[in-house]
């Protein structure tokens, strides 16, 4: 009787350690398989990034030029910069694309004001470069589709006050714009120079030219600023020239287009210019949209001066 008690004890412990050593198991047998999946589903995930997505190099044109001056190419320096902005423009693509569809709705209106205005038709980049053809002020407090400083805007004879702010009416700043680039232009024999001097000043650019003793942009020490200021005017030009080619899609439909308007001639003050808008049939926001210069609720003209209000046709 005693044996037989002694060997069921030990049968039973048997059972009872093969049970525990079981269940000890399977927790490690789940961690190295939890591993493997993970393991596994990060090798998947790295495979598709490297297989849907590339970045490629930006082949440079073989030839590029801005108003009729050639670009030297042939200079390493120049090469490298101009690439540099190829390529910062062209992978921003949301930006791209965006001046793009702005430029559909501009150039039209700016194209014929330099030709009128007798400044090569290049300079049109030079507005994208600055205002990027929306109306948001620099961090310096210039302003408008060429973005002038309150000072530069009064010394041309544009209204620059709270009321009215005419840096923000696209003709008379175009002309504003033309005036200044041509004066720079006698100055310093050279649209390129021109272009430089709108960013940093007849001052300093006639300054570095002695300084450094070279007559080309291409051959001045600027700051980083002016020393990247018409490269990417050019990187502008080249991509907005030829869309496809760096990877720009898209259907005609998807520009923006500016709405069809008529122009009045006011010489008197407007109290209230939501019922000046409504008097047309128009918006407020409608008139104000095609009239950014019209900075306030109202328009003062104490002086009864003519101002030019474009009215959208509805």
């Known amino acids: 009787m005693k044996t037989f008690f002694l060997r069921a004890l030990m049968v039973a412990s048997l059972l009872i350690f093969s049970f525990l050593l079981l269940n000890l198991a399977k927790p490690q047998n789940n961690v190295i398989q939890k591993t493997n999946l993970i393991e596994k589903d990060t090798s998947i995930v790295t495979k598709n990034v490297s297989d849907s997505y590339e970045v490629k190099a930006v082949k440079l044109p073989s030839?590029?030029?801005?108003?009729?001056?050639?670009?030297?190419?042939s200079k390493a320096d120049v090469r490298e910069r101009l690439d540099r902005e190829l390529l910062v423009n062209t992978y921003w693509q949301s930006n791209g694309l965006l001046l793009m569809k702005r430029a559909n709705k501009f150039f039209p209106l700016i194209e014929p004001l330099l030709k009128e205005y007798n400044l090569p038709d290049d300079f049109k980049y030079l507005c994208v470069?600055?205002?990027?053809?929306?109306?948001?002020?620099s961090y310096k407090g210039a302003a408008g589709y060429w973005h002038f400083m309150p000072k530069t805007g009064k010394e041309y004879g544009l209204e620059v006050n709270k009321n009215v702010d005419e840096r923000y009416n696209l003709k008379l700043s175009t002309k504003v714009a033309a005036e200044y680039l041509k004066r720079a232009k006698a100055k310093f024999g050279s649209w390129t120079l021109a272009t430089a001097a709108y960013n940093a000043g007849n001052g300093r650019i006639s300054q570095r030219l002695r300084e450094q003793k070279v007559s080309s942009y291409y051959d001045l020490l600027l700051n980083p600023e002016t020393g990247r200021y018409v490269f990417r005017i050019l990187a502008l030009k080249e991509i907005m020239s030829n869309p496809k080619k760096y990877g720009?899609?898209?259907?005609?439909?998807?520009?923006?287009?500016?709405?069809?308007?008529?122009?009045?001639?006011?010489?008197s003050p407007i109290e209230d210019l939501a019922d000046f808008a409504k008097k047309?049939?128009?918006?407020?926001?409608?008139?104000?949209?095609?009239?950014?210069?019209?900075?306030?609720?109202?328009?003062?003209?104490?002086?009864?001066?003519?101002?030019?209000?474009?009215?959208?046709?509805?």
Do not use: H
């Open 63 to 73: 030839y590029i030029e801005f108003a009729g001056e050639k670009v030297p190419l």
């Open 129 to 137: 470069a600055e205002s990027a053809l929306i109306q948001v002020p």
């Open 248 to 267: 720009f899609i898209y259907d005609q439909e998807d520009l923006y287009t500016y709405p069809e308007v008529r122009e009045i001639i006011i010489d």
């Open 280 to 314: 047309y049939n128009t918006t407020y926001k409608e008139l104000k949209i095609v009239n950014p210069w019209l900075r306030e609720t109202n328009l003062n003209n104490s002086t009864k001066k003519e101002y030019r209000i474009k009215i959208p046709i509805n």
